[in-house]
């Protein structure tokens, strides 16, 4: 099982970014995933779901209405879209396997004028 983010950068404050997170190595559609992030000095955090077959999605309330996760299972690649980003949003965004247990490697989202 391999999962690769990408995507991460700076953007000011109200701008947005599109994470991306390639899978391998396993049958993709087959499997919910997760986005979460880590704050420097902060516990990893929650920030959306999606089920297998895209039925279903949740997300923390810090980002409601701003965040989109979304999955293209063709292409074996999940998504987060983050608009109206506010320097709370910075950290690293990990891309996750709950079955199983798998993280990638994160991508580290900075906010910032």
């Known amino acids: 099982v391999q999962l690769v983010e990408s995507g991460g950068g700076l953007v000011q404050p109200g701008g947005s970014l599109r994470l991306s997170c390639a899978a391998s190595g396993f049958t993709f559609s087959s499997y919910g995933m997760s986005w979460y992030r880590q704050a420097p000095g902060k516990e990893r955090e929650l920030v959306a779901t999606?089920?297998?077959?895209?039925?279903?999605?949740t997300y923390a309330d810090s980002v409601k209405g701003r965040f989109t996760i979304s999955r293209d299972n063709a292409k074996n690649t999940l998504y987060l879209q983050m608009n109206s980003l506010k320097s709370e949003d910075t950290a690293v965004y990990y891309c996750?396997?709950?079955?199983?247990?798998?993280w990638g490697q994160g991508t580290q989202v900075t906010v910032s004028s």
């Open positions: 996750h396997r709950p079955t199983g247990g798998y």
């Open positions: 999606i089920t297998a077959t895209y039925r279903s999605t």
